[in-house]
């Protein structure tokens, strides 16, 4: 096992340098300047010569060769530049919202897995009753509503129910707070959203792990178990359940890494400064700099993810082993 982690953290160097091209380069192939639209943003007319300063502050006049070097050198002196649109270090940019998404993504998660894995066990063992039908009707309509039409209701219906109950409407609040400062006002603002983004990410779950179990339950081991007068719980937990888990917890580490960065619409729906409005505001500015971290960022979260997903399997399954 230890050789097959050194082995695949060697892997994603490669796999880096790869992403770290294609999104450097890319992103030079989209029409718009920065400079432009930075100067275009005063108000005041804008001429080449302007234009022309604003690029070279910027390094835009160097050649393709210089900015990559220097945006790949960033990863290994620690400095990733500044924002060409705010002037503000990438790092800090970053850092500041990404404690939220991160907080969000692990909230959601957390709301998927508690939901999906109760009712896809259930919905298994009772195949084909009117419980399993209520589960699959509860999924299929996870899935067919959108995560920010569900946030909207739930904000309306919290202005209602507060509005009837204490003659005051209230909503979240949009100010971020640390967990560690302010728990209740933490929770306060996030939880809603990560019911909202949980419930639609848990319908997927649940249909996994009602199909998964559905499959364990027919295998011949799961009929040993259960011809040597083993209760069902045991069945079903100790010999059933883990090897009904690995691809669960593929859709769930595919699911939380896509959370970091691509709540666009939920987070403009509950106002939150996360990383997926910095996305939309970074391509929306032709912000190079920050667009091409942000991505680097979502690059390393996902091979992340998968390399504790693969090491995950082989605790699930004993079958599974690496070398």
């Given at each position: 096992?230890?050789?097959?982690?050194?082995?695949?953290?060697?892997?994603?160097?490669?796999t880096?340098?790869?992403?770290?091209?294609?999104?450097?380069?890319?992103?030079?192939?989209?029409?718009?300047?920065?400079c432009?639209?930075?100067?275009?943003?005063?108000?005041?007319f804008?001429?080449?010569?302007?234009?022309?300063?604003?690029?070279?502050?910027?390094?835009?006049?160097?050649?393709?060769?210089?900015?990559?070097?220097?945006?790949?050198?960033?990863?290994?002196?620690?400095?990733?530049?500044?924002?060409?649109?705010?002037?503000?270090?990438?790092v800090?940019?970053?850092?500041?919202?990404?404690?939220?998404?991160?907080?969000?993504?692990?909230?959601?998660?957390?709301?998927?897995?508690?939901?999906?894995?109760?009712?896809?066990?259930?919905?298994?063992?009772?195949?084909?009753?009117?419980?399993?039908?209520?589960?699959?009707?509860?999924?299929?309509?996870?899935?067919?509503i959108?995560?920010?039409?569900?946030?909207?209701?739930?904000?309306?219906?919290?202005?209602?129910?507060?509005?009837?109950?204490?003659?005051?409407?209230?909503?979240?609040?949009?100010?971020?707070?640390?967990?560690?400062?302010?728990?209740?006002?933490?929770?306060?603002?996030?939880?809603?959203?990560?019911?909202?983004?949980?419930?639609?990410?848990?319908?997927?779950?649940?249909?996994?792990?009602?199909?998964?179990?559905?499959?364990?339950?027919?295998?011949?081991?799961?009929?040993?178990?259960?011809?040597?007068?083993?209760?069902?719980?045991?069945?079903?937990?100790?010999?059933?359940?883990?090897?009904?888990?690995?691809?669960?917890?593929?859709?769930?580490?595919?699911?939380?890494?896509?959370?970091?960065?691509?709540?666009?619409?939920?987070?403009?729906?509950?106002?939150?400064?996360?990383?997926?409005?910095?996305?939309?505001?970074?391509?929306?500015?032709?912000?190079?700099?920050?667009?091409?971290?942000?991505v680097?960022?979502?690059?390393l979260?996902?091979?992340?993810?998968?390399?504790?997903?693969?090491?995950?399997?082989a605790?699930?399954?004993?079958?599974?082993?690496?070398?």
């Amino acid at each position: 096992m230890y050789q097959y982690v050194v082995k695949r953290l060697l892997l994603m160097i490669p796999t880096l340098i790869g992403a770290a091209l294609l999104v450097f380069f890319l992103l030079r192939l989209l029409p718009g300047d920065v400079c432009e639209v930075r100067l275009a943003g005063t108000g005041l007319f804008a001429s080449q010569e302007d234009i022309d300063i604003c690029r070279k502050e910027l390094g835009l006049d160097d050649s393709l060769y210089e900015q990559f070097i220097a945006f790949a050198g960033g990863y290994f002196t620690g400095d990733l530049g500044k924002s060409m649109w705010t002037g503000q270090p990438v790092v800090h940019e970053i850092q500041v919202r990404f404690k939220l998404s991160l907080q969000l993504a692990i909230m959601s998660t957390l709301v998927a897995v508690i939901i999906a894995l109760p009712l896809g066990i259930i919905s298994a063992v009772k195949q084909n009753t009117w419980i399993d039908y209520l589960v699959r009707a509860f999924s299929i309509a996870g899935i067919g509503i959108p995560s920010f039409w569900l946030g909207i209701m739930i904000i309306l219906g919290l202005l209602i129910i507060t509005q009837a109950w204490f003659g005051a409407g209230w909503m979240p609040p949009i100010n971020y707070v640390s967990p560690f400062e302010d728990p209740i006002g933490n929770l306060a603002q996030l939880i809603w959203p990560a019911l909202a983004t949980g419930y639609r990410y848990s319908a997927v779950a649940t249909r996994m792990t009602r199909s998964a179990m559905l499959e364990v339950l027919r295998e011949d081991y799961v009929r040993t178990a259960r011809a040597k007068g083993l209760i069902e719980r045991v069945v079903i937990n100790r010999h059933a359940l883990k090897n009904a888990l690995l691809p669960v917890v593929t859709i769930i580490a595919i699911e939380f890494a896509f959370l970091i960065g691509g709540l666009v619409v939920t987070e403009q729906v509950f106002n939150l400064n996360g990383l997926g409005k910095l996305f939309v505001d970074s391509v929306g500015n032709q912000d190079f700099a920050l667009t091409q971290h942000l991505v680097m960022l979502v690059v390393l979260i996902f091979v992340m993810t998968n390399l504790v997903v693969d090491i995950l399997y082989a605790w699930l399954d004993p079958r599974i082993r690496y070398s």
